[in-house]
């Protein structure tokens, strides 16, 4: 009996010496929240209404596409896209351009007159960048290759040179202004979006007046035209707009009620930080930074209240 009990007592020795020395048990991490779980916890105060009088429908055969304009950046030009969106100047116009990975473009056909209503047919003014006095900024802590700092504005995206200049870049679903070459600056009446990897080279070069916030299938999967940068080559490849409207123009009724996260408020902040660190079960390494043009910009309907 005292030779079993030796034996039993050295086995649990041998046993406790062999847990004290074993690496401790891997700490339990609860999952970080997700996007979607960001957004749902959202107080509603960190959101804000899309302006009546700064959103556009485009109605295209395939649905709707809708544009939040952005004055902050061009107020000139979004005026005279406003006139003419008033005037009902691209009724009847069509998609003209699609270049792979670049861009879509819209506008009336050389040719093709059209009623202007009060836009005007020449913005001298190049709104190519602005003073960013006055201007809310939520900044980036990443680097960028074009820009001194970059964050948002009022919903935005927004490059900063760091010497007093701000303009809005050339990411996916951002709206441009085309024009011929200087000193032409565009009056708004050919416009572009954004459908491939941010053409950074183009910022600072064109007017920039807005985002698609809801709709970019429509844009970004049409067939790709076949013609030099991307424009068609026959008519019966283009197209058409059926109308483009301000949504203060449109019934009520027949309004989409959209509402986009404010930029400035702490769940963004929450999202950003969520973005630069990815530690979703499927991420092995985070990378710790984020690219401007990759943070997503939230838009909902508005929940019933």
Not at 112 to 122: E, I, L, T
């Amino acid at each position: 009996m005292r030779l079993q009990a030796m034996c039993a007592a050295l086995v649990l020795a041998a046993c406790a010496n062999a847990a004290a020395q074993a690496p401790p048990a891997p700490a339990q991490t609860a999952q970080p929240p997700s996007m979607a779980d960001i957004l749902a916890h959202s107080p509603v105060s960190d959101w804000r209404p899309l302006d009546p009088e700064n959103t556009l429908y485009m109605e295209l055969p395939a649905g709707r596409v809708v544009i939040e304009l952005s004055p902050d950046f061009s107020p000139e030009h979004a005026a005279n896209v406003r006139a003419l969106a008033r005037a009902h100047y691209w009724d009847g116009a069509a998609i003209t351009r699609v270049q792979d990975n670049y861009v879509t473009q819209w506008g009336r056909a050389e040719g093709s007159p059209h009623d202007r209503g009060n836009a005007r047919a020449d913005i001298p003014v190049a709104e190519y960048d602005r003073s960013a006095s006055g201007l809310p900024f939520t900044r980036l802590p990443d680097p960028d290759s074009y820009s001194r700092q970059t964050g948002f504005t009022n919903g935005f995206w927004a490059a900063r040179d760091g010497a007093g200049r701000t303009w809005m870049p050339h990411c996916y679903g951002a709206i441009g202004v085309g024009r011929d070459n200087p000193p032409n600056t565009g009056d708004g009446s050919e416009l572009y979006v954004v459908i491939g990897q941010a053409p950074r080279h183009l910022d600072r070069n064109l007017a920039m007046v807005g985002r698609v916030v809801q709709g970019m299938e429509l844009l970004s999967g049409l067939k790709r035209g076949t013609g030099a940068l991307g424009f068609y080559e026959t008519p019966a490849e283009r197209t058409p707009i059926n109308s483009i409207r301000l949504a203060s123009d449109v019934p009520e009724a027949q309004r989409v009620n959209l509402e986009a996260l404010r930029t400035d408020s702490a769940t963004f902040r929450t999202l950003i930080e969520s973005r630069r660190f990815r530690r979703e079960s499927f991420f092995v390494t985070p990378t710790g930074h984020i690219n401007m043009c990759n943070v997503p910009l939230p838009v909902r309907v508005r929940p019933a209240s």
